[in-house]
């Protein structure tokens, strides 16, 4: 049933084939998982209550919520203000120190943090403005001049891209663990994600531009290789954050991370104040009772450069946001992100939603589904084929060459 729907008591979800994939390579065992990715677990996990609220929503000709009537930048205001508050540091929440940008897509948003990581690394590490550079653009008559012309700025930065590409300057990227989904084909996203999708796009760039996709899952085995890797790029200037699935690799195979060795991680980026991007798209509400999981809120929740990215389908209508820090927000270049989304409805039913998967019923069925499937592979003797845990719960049922 790849892709197909199935109904489990007034619960619907999807089921899909998943390849596992360990140390960052691909094995040989087929995972069926229910219900965790990000388009089969629209709002909630086949949760029933978006698709009542889309049901009045046509009764009543609302458009989306009980707001229409509203002025859309008043929704979007009140809307933003009220994600904000999602952000697990409280201190920068109470402060009103985070940024909400919102898109239509996983890949979108998690393209928006991964550009703004780099340009915060950029600046802190004065990349492009260093003595190296500058000698550089020099030797080329191509230093930074008032009112230049546009086509000498091409020039200029083409130039720069082909010094990196030389190794003459180093320019810091985003870490990322490879064979793990970062959002798709578009957009520096594709970087982020493996599978190959990046292949096309880095025949024109002339290779990564913004994410280095190079360490293995964050499982405790792992340790020593993710921290040596880490280690080195931090002391060589190549690294400018970290993109990771705080809880669960789902698409690489259901591993879940070690918070231990998170920590350690958290510990490594610290000092030199590098950001940590939590893609949180497929484990929202569905582990360690709370909207975003135990990775945010417990490992990561005082980390001060925390940026949360989270998309769902909110009640058909796509919607993604991120939660950025003000302090890393400012390293864009003007104009270079702008939140303009062309619906409102998704807003408003994404904080209904937030609300609704921390209530402590909600999650007790959470729970209750999670301990189900455990005694179920304990009665089969399968508990050593069991994957994730909370709702990201899944069995390797079948090997890959059959």
Not at 244 to 252: A, C, Q, S, W
Not at 295 to 313: E, Q
């Amino acid at each position: 049933m790849d892709g197909g729907q199935i109904l489990v008591s007034k619960q619907g979800g999807g089921l899909k084939k998943v390849a596992m994939a360990e140390n960052g390579e691909l094995g040989g065992d087929i995972v069926h998982d229910l219900a965790t990715s990000a388009a089969t677990g629209r709002l909630g996990f086949g949760n029933p209550y978006p698709l009542i609220m889309r049901t009045v929503d046509n009764l009543m000709q609302t458009n989306g919520h009980k707001m229409f009537h509203y002025h859309a930048a008043e929704v979007q205001g009140y809307a933003m203000s009220e994600l904000a508050k999602l952000h697990p540091n409280t201190q920068q929440v109470g402060n009103k120190e985070i940024r909400v940008h919102t898109r239509h897509s996983g890949s979108e948003i998690n393209t928006t943090a991964i550009e703004i990581v780099c340009a915060h690394a950029a600046k802190k590490q004065h990349t492009y403005d260093s003595p190296k550079a500058a000698q550089l653009l020099k030797q080329n008559n191509l230093e930074i001049r008032e009112n230049e012309d546009p086509e000498r700025k091409k020039k200029r930065v083409n130039m720069l891209k082909q010094s990196e590409l030389k190794g003459f300057i180093t320019v810091p990227k985003v870490f990322a663990v490879d064979k793990t989904w970062a959002g798709g084909y578009s957009g520096a996203a594709v970087e982020g994600s493996g599978f190959k999708v990046d292949e096309h796009s880095n025949l024109h760039t002339g290779g990564e531009a913004w994410v280095k996709r190079v360490l293995p899952t964050f499982t405790a085995k792992n340790r020593e290789k993710i921290l040596t890797i880490l280690s080195k790029a931090i002391t060589a200037g190549e690294c400018a954050g970290l993109i990771v699935e705080p809880d669960v690799n789902v698409d690489g195979g259901m591993h879940p991370v070690d918070q231990t060795l998170l920590a350690e991680v958290r510990k490594l980026l610290e000092p030199q104040e590098l950001p940590i991007i939590a893609d949180c798209m497929q484990t929202t509400g569905s582990v360690g009772g709370s909207y975003f999981g135990e990775g945010p809120t417990k490992t990561l929740a005082d980390y001060p450069h925390l940026i949360i990215t989270n998309a769902k389908a909110a009640a058909i209508d796509p919607y993604a946001f991120a939660l950025i820090p003000a302090h890393i927000d400012d390293s864009t270049t003007e104009m270079s992100h702008l939140s303009t989304p062309t619906n409102e409805g998704p807003h408003l039913q994404a904080l209904v939603i937030a609300h609704m998967v921390q209530d402590p019923r909600f999650q007790a069925k959470v729970q209750h589904d999670s301990q189900k499937m455990e005694e179920i592979a304990q009665e089969y003797g399968m508990t050593d084929r069991l994957r994730g845990k909370g709702m990201n719960r899944a069995w390797v049922v079948e090997d890959a060459d059959r």
